[in-house]
């Protein structure tokens, strides 16, 4: 704030508190949404780690009733 002289409170520059008010509500705002946004790339990363696992399971499964299959065959003939 700038004064302009003298001790009179009506000198001081106008101070806008709906704007002030404002400008906190939009930082508040964006440190929100960064948060979120890191916490959706960590829900992303461990879905994407999931899945992983979960198509291991499926190729272990598939491949353990292959390998069921073929040992069936083999040993019948």
Do not use: N
């Amino acid at each position: 704030m700038s004064r302009r002289g003298g001790g009179s409170k009506y000198l001081y520059e106008p101070f806008d508190a709906a704007s002030a008010r404002i400008e906190a509500h939009e930082r508040v705002f964006d440190e929100r949404w960064h948060g979120l946004e890191r916490r959706l790339q960590a829900i992303e990363g461990m879905l994407e780690r999931l899945e992983r696992r979960l198509w291991l399971a499926v190729y272990g499964a598939a491949g353990m009733f292959s390998a069921d299959v073929v040992y069936g065959l083999v040993t019948r003939a």
